[in-house]
């Protein structure tokens, strides 16, 4: 069992800066992959972001990226999502979520772990 635990999130003005912080038990976090996703109101889950296990690949969705940027520390089993020039599209509720196989995936039926989810509000 993995648990995850999303902190960071809050209020923000356009323009502004935010930095997501992901905390995974289990001993064997430095061999998944990891990824961020976002739930707008009355929207589908998007995918955001993924990370390899050991942080040499990433990859971002267009609405992203050149203002994300996702990075980890195995050492502190901890995911991060720097979010910069933030925009009130941005507003959404982010996920952090696990892929036990450590493949970098896209597509959210490939996680097996999700977090409770950290509220990102940006006011225009």
């Known amino acids: 069992q993995v648990q995850l635990v999303e902190s960071g999130g809050g209020l923000v003005q356009a323009g502004g800066s935010l930095r997501l912080s992901c905390v995974a038990s289990g001993r064997t976090f430095s061999s998944y992959a990891m990824g961020w996703f976002r739930q707008a109101p009355g929207k589908e889950r998007e995918f955001v972001a993924v990370i390899s296990w050991n942080g040499r690949t990433t990859y971002y969705a267009d609405s992203v990226k050149g203002r994300f940027t996702i990075s980890r520390d195995n050492a502190k089993n901890t995911v991060y999502l720097q979010m910069n020039s933030l925009k009130p599209e941005d507003t959404a509720v982010y996920y952090c979520?696990?892929?036990?196989?450590?493949?970098?995936?896209?597509?959210?039926?490939?996680?097996?772990?999700w977090g409770q989810g950290t509220q990102v509000t940006v006011s225009s």
């Open positions: 979520a696990a892929d036990l196989r450590g493949t970098v995936d896209q597509e959210e039926n490939e996680y097996d772990y």
